[in-house]
């Protein structure tokens, strides 16, 4: 229950005022209104002012004049918060016109001073006994140093309100006595849970001792700044946390509690291990990983950096990064920043940057940008990989496989070369090549009767004409070993040699000015000494083991083919020889034969006995033989010299058939020819001597390689390709496909053919001759079965298969 305070009315009911005599009367309560500080008017029922004490003028900031000025005199009127109000809005205007009080009304006035003013206004109407209005009276309280206070206060509530720290305070016994929506948020209690707890709930059991020092201090009046330790969440999980302690004071100075500001740091502790661990990355990597600001400043330097390219990061730090690019590589940077600054990146870029030392290092670039926290590039982070060693081995396998390719090319066309000066020269180029040499001289033994003898035979590098007017190396300690083969001679720099004596240095070494020297005897497989490679350079030391071991190899390898080139033009020129000898022989051993022939025709025409007449024939039978053979021979010999000549004409190779036929019957007693020409006429425009002659051999072979059969086929027909085809037929010895494949080289019988005369000449000339019409010769046979040989000829122009019977 309320205390009932009795009325001032009432009191003055029972104390009237003439009571109060000597005391305060009417008149002095005029002037106490006239006087008073709160600011006082009143107004008719126009809202025309009718009366206003001091207060109310030093609020107008004027004198107003009555009767003719407004209750608003000349503001502006505002609500309290700053927003502009329409006069109806105002209380003394809705007091006026809804005839209602209207209290404790707060707004805000401006003045012609531009100066703002707070008031609370309290309007009160005056009614006629009617209820109509009359008037009003007006009172303003100037609250503006209050309103200041308020706000500041509103907005400091308004600022730990949406902190997203926790602001908290407590008393001196670690009461919570404040708790905004921060601490809601980081502690998950809310107000109305929290508010009168012991601040201990939020402190983990083994940090209790904290709270505890935290009091002292605070008790103490001291502050405690970023304190970072561990609290506890309402589900119990452990929050880390940065904290702002200050004490509160009383009014008058004495220390009641304390205000609390909690930051969750675990956001920036994670990001604090994230950055460890990419420093640590960074530090830690082989790699150089620099970071430079768009200007190509070095901003950041690691210990890869350092290892790489042999600078400290104090050497480093804010100096351009060009001083890593060798200066005619600067424009690569150029396009590198170009393409950052654009917010590109360059991923493993393979270029050459510089080491402390001068030196060249290869490395693999990765470039990317670095932004700031809106996004704007602001750098670049680069990571270079030293790559050295890769390209190194990239470069060693290049070569290797270049090597193997000339090795590999060489090996196999100086093994198909019989020629030595080709060889030579080939050895000469590969050996110069691949041992990377200025130039290469094989120098080839012309052995002769009277002694070895080296001839410069090939050059590589250089001209030829570089060696004219060039002293050839004599026989000296140097050259020695080469020329007997003995040693492989591999010297840095001939210059520098002391044993050297000037003497040896001459000629070709001095004028082509070599210091790196490499000599390799060329031996055959024999022991004799087919030559020497010689190779040289103007620097030092251009020749390795490798390459030693290299040339050599190829110095064997060459040695064998020589050789063989050797022998080869050795046999080569033996059998020259022996077709000069044969051609000689064959064409002396004619002259007589046809004599003899001669002769033994003219016997044979006389009287003579039957013993007489055997011997006689006998003698021709034989004659003829030798008469084939010899002709055989020179046209063997003809053809191998190119002067086998050819008497083509048109004729009818069915007709010649017909003729060999005939012949046959008389000739041959021990085979039946069995023939299928048809009656048309096949003409070839041919030489006829000689294709009789390629038939009879044929026939001749059918007859003398079957000596069990009897029968002998022979066959003309068309082909598909409209050429004629000749097969001729025996039910023979045959051949094994090894023999088909020697059958038409010279001299070949396949076979110890007892009994059976012949050179081995008949299917070679055959071949020749079949071959130099544009026809083809070629045979199915087997061994033990016979054989079938088979020509084509081509038939001469105009000629249709149609002439011809299939
Ligand atoms: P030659 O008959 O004078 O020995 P050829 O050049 O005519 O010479 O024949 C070469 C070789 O081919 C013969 O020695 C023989 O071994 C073989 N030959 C040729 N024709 C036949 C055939 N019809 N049947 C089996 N072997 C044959």
Not at 197 to 218: A, C, F, H, S, V
Not at 758 to 783: A, M
Request: hydrophobic share 35%.
């Amino acid at each position: 229950m309320k205390p009932i305070v009795p009325s001032a009315k009432d009191y003055h009911e029972k104390h009237p005022p003439s009571e109060m005599k000597n005391q305060t009367t009417m008149l002095d309560l005029k002037e106490v209104f006239q006087y008073s500080p709160l600011a006082f008017y009143a107004t008719d029922s126009e809202g025309l002012l009718t009366f206003f004490n001091e207060s109310a003028v030093k609020l107008f900031g004027e004198m107003p004049k009555p009767g003719s000025e407004m209750h608003i005199h000349s503001w502006k009127l505002f609500y309290s918060d700053g927003t502009p109000m329409p006069v109806e809005d105002c209380p003394m205007t809705k007091c006026l016109t809804q005839g209602k009080a209207y209290e404790n009304s707060k707004m805000a006035v401006e003045g012609t001073d531009g100066n703002i003013s707070q008031l609370l206004v309290f309007s009160r109407p005056v009614l006629t006994t009617d209820g109509k209005v009359k008037g009003a009276y007006h009172t303003m309280v100037d609250i503006t140093p209050h309103h200041k206070t308020d706000l500041k206060q509103e907005t400091l509530s308004a600022i730990v309100d949406s902190s997203d720290d926790a602001v908290i305070s407590k008393d001196l016994d670690g009461t919570i006595i404040s708790w905004n929506r921060g601490a809601e948020k980081i502690f998950g209690y809310t107000e109305a849970e929290i508010i009168g707890k012991p601040m201990r709930i939020l402190i983990p059991e083994n940090r209790r001792n904290d709270e505890e020092l935290l009091l002292n201090k605070i008790r103490k009046g001291k502050g405690i700044d970023h304190f970072e330790t561990i609290r506890k969440h309402k589900n119990g999980q452990e929050i880390p946390i940065s904290l702002t302690i200050s004490p509160i004071k009383d009014g008058k100075g004495e220390i009641v509690g304390a205000s609390k500001v909690a930051r969750d740091i675990s956001e920036r502790l994670k990001g604090e291990e994230k950055q460890a661990v990419l420093s640590a990355i960074v530090e830690s990597s082989d790699d150089a990983i620099i970071s430079k600001n768009l200007n190509g400043i070095i901003l950041s330097w690691n210990k890869g950096a350092e290892q790489i390219f042999g600078y400290s990061d104090e050497e480093t730090l804010g100096k351009p990064v060009t001083m890593l690019i060798p200066s005619d590589r600067y424009a690569e940077e150029d396009l590198i920043l170009e393409k950052v600054r654009s917010g590109g990146r360059v991923d493993h870029f393979e270029t050459v940057r510089m080491h402390k030392s001068g030196k060249n290092i290869f490395v693999s670039l990765t470039v990317s940008p670095i932004r700031d926290s809106t996004g704007k590039t602001i750098g670049a982070s680069k990571i270079a990989r030293d790559i050295s060693a890769q390209v190194k081995a990239k470069e060693e396998i290049a070569r290797h496989t270049r090597n193997l390719e000339i090795l590999n090319a060489l090996g196999k066309s100086i093994s198909r070369k019989m020629d030595v000066q080709a060889v030579l020269q080939q050895v000469t180029n590969a050996t110069t090549q691949l041992s990377g040499a200025e130039f290469g001289a094989f120098f080839y033994n012309v052995a002769s009767e009277k002694g070895d003898s080296f001839q410069l035979s090939a050059i590589s590098g250089v001209s030829p004409e570089s060696f004219q007017g060039i002293e050839m190396p004599g026989i000296s300690d140097l050259f020695l070993p080469t020329y007997q083969g003995t040693a492989v001679i591999r010297n840095n720099d001939l210059t520098q040699e002391d044993t050297l004596e000037q003497n040896q240095y001459r000629g070709f070494l001095r004028q082509l000015q070599v210091k790196s020297y490499l000599a390799v005897p060329v031996v055959s497989p024999s022991g004799d000494v087919l030559g020497g490679l010689f190779l040289g350079h103007s620097k030092s030391s251009r020749f390795t083991a490798e390459h030693e071991d290299l040339v050599t190899n190829i110095a064997a390898q060459a040695a064998i083919t020589l050789d063989n080139s050797k022998l080869f033009e050795r046999v080569t020129a033996l059998s020259d020889k022996k077709d000069e000898f044969i051609a000689l022989a064959s064409h002396e051993l004619r002259t007589p034969l046809t004599t003899i022939n001669g002769y033994l025709q003219m016997l044979a025409k006389t009287e003579k006995d039957k013993i007489s007449e055997l011997f006689l024939n006998k003698s021709l039978y034989q004659v003829n033989k030798l008469n084939t053979l010899v002709e055989d021979l020179l046209n063997m010999s003809r053809i191998e010299a190119g002067r086998m000549e050819f008497n083509t004409e048109d004729f009818d190779l069915c007709d010649l058939l017909r003729e060999v036929t005939q012949t046959f019957s008389y000739t041959t007693k021990t085979h039946k020819l069995i023939h299928k020409l048809g009656n048309k006429p096949a003409i070839v425009h041919a030489d006829k001597q000689r294709i009789e002659q390629a038939i009879n051999n044929l026939m001749s072979n059918a007859i003398k390689y079957s000596p069990k059969a009897d029968k002998v086929y022979l066959k003309l027909f068309m082909n598909q390709q409209g050429e004629v085809e000749v097969a001729i037929k025996d039910e023979g010895i045959g051949l094994s496909p090894e023999q088909q494949k020697k059958l038409f080289s010279r001299f070949y019988r396949a076979g110890n053919h007892k009994g059976i005369s012949g050179l081995g000449l008949g299917l070679y000339l055959t071949k020749q001759i079949i071959d130099r019409h544009e026809g083809r010769l070629h045979l199915k046979s087997e061994s033990g079965k016979g054989s079938e040989f088979i020509f084509t000829l081509p038939l001469a122009t105009g000629q249709g298969a149609e002439n011809v019977d299939n």
